[in-house]
């Protein structure tokens, strides 16, 4: 049995570099492949045995040199994604139950794609690390908790807003102070300010000044949050301020709204997000105009020729039935014309008949004879 602990052991010490050990449940998911292995010399000679191991455990040492390769040191955040993916790939190892070489070939299989899964977990982690601040939008002071991989002691990084300069002097100097006292953002021992302190921490805290320009009775919005307040461990509110009034607004909320703003509020309004430890890691300025809404707006339109909308919606009104008007549709009707064509017509033909019949009347009476006296 303690053989069997000591080789545990040695194995873990052996892997401590990949981080993996320094969260608890990666130190019972290792301890679970060391158990794995060991069992297999129930299952085989001495020397297939040893073969196993061998060969067990140098599948999995690719992965703890990968990791020891990119990273010493990363946020418990991170180990505990490394970890999960790691206990996901020991799990489907032991569950499958297999032994020999059908037991190695699962062993290589998994932890190659353990190596896949894990890369752009490392990969994202290194871009969030500090002194990189990609999304810090180049103000604010952070304070990350980080584990150093080959002692599993937890060590706190500075990352502070603006130029190098700025980073470099926190590194040397992480003494910051309070309304209370004056400690250190690392050790969060008692120190001693450096030279400057007050003013570089103002540099750095520092995201700039915004100028918002309003109508009188719109709604106005503040804001004063960051992406990166989500790795704040410690808890923080928002201290909102106007001008030099000594009455400040303390609240959770990430900005504060003036609902239908009157001119009287214009001003310069002062957001500073402090942790609750009494440090301050961001600053925003507003300068606020709020101008007063003219009553009548008049458009003046030069050379500008009245339109009318495609389809108008123009009321009907309609009159009573004695009173409703007669309209007179004009249509082209041929019927009188007709009517007096065929008269004349008819007249014409009754005359030529009427002569016909006088010139053959009078020439039968010039034909008869006359009669004696």
Not at 169 to 186: G, P
Not at 243 to 262: H, K, L, M, S, Y
């Amino acid at each position: 049995m303690m053989w069997h602990s000591a080789l545990i052991t040695s194995v873990l010490v052996a892997s401590c570099l990949s981080c993996i050990p320094c969260d608890k449940e990666g130190k019972k998911a290792m301890e679970k492949y060391t158990i794995l292995i060991q069992d297999q010399i129930l299952e085989e000679t001495l020397s297939g045995y040893l073969s196993i191991k061998n060969m067990a455990y140098a599948a999995q040492n690719q992965i703890m040199d990968y990791l020891n390769n990119e990273v010493r040191m990363m946020d418990k955040y991170t180990i505990s994604d490394v970890v999960s993916e790691y206990k996901k790939s020991v799990d489907i190892i032991a569950g499958l139950e297999f032994t020999g070489i059908h037991l190695l070939n699962v062993i290589q299989l998994q932890f190659q794609k353990l190596q896949e899964r894990i890369k752009p977990i490392i990969e994202e982690a290194e871009n969030r690390k500090c002194p990189n601040k990609q999304d810090f939008d180049n103000c604010g002071l952070l304070v990350e908790n980080y584990i150093q991989c080959d002692t599993c002691e937890e060590q706190k990084i500075i990352c502070a807003g603006g130029p190098p300069s700025n980073q470099e002097y926190f590194e040397q100097c992480s003494c910051v102070c309070t309304k209370h006292t004056c400690f250190d953002l690392k050790t969060e021992y008692e120190c001693t300010p450096c030279k400057d302190h007050a003013y570089n921490l103002e540099k750095v805290i520092d995201c700039g000044e915004k100028s918002k320009v309003i109508a009188e009775n719109e709604d106005l919005i503040l804001e004063c949050q960051h992406d990166w307040y989500a790795k704040l461990e410690d808890g923080f509110k928002n201290h909102f301020h106007k001008n030099a009034d000594p009455d400040i607004i303390v609240t959770d909320e990430a900005n504060i709204e003036f609902r239908g703003i009157q001119k009287h509020e214009s001003g310069k309004y002062t957001c500073i997000t402090v942790l609750n430890s009494g440090v301050p890691v961001a600053k925003h300025v507003y300068n606020v105009k709020v101008k007063e809404r003219p009553e009548n707006v008049v458009e003046e339109h030069y050379l500008t020729l009245p339109t009318l909308p495609e389809e108008l919606d123009l009321p009907v009104f309609e009159l009573p039935t004695d009173e409703q008007p007669v309209i007179h549709h004009h249509q082209h009707n041929n019927t009188p014309f007709l009517a007096i064509c065929g008269a004349v017509f008819i007249t014409l033909i009754l005359i030529s008949a009427i002569c016909i019949f006088i010139f053959w009347w009078r020439k039968k009476r010039t034909t008869q004879p006359q009669e004696k006296v």
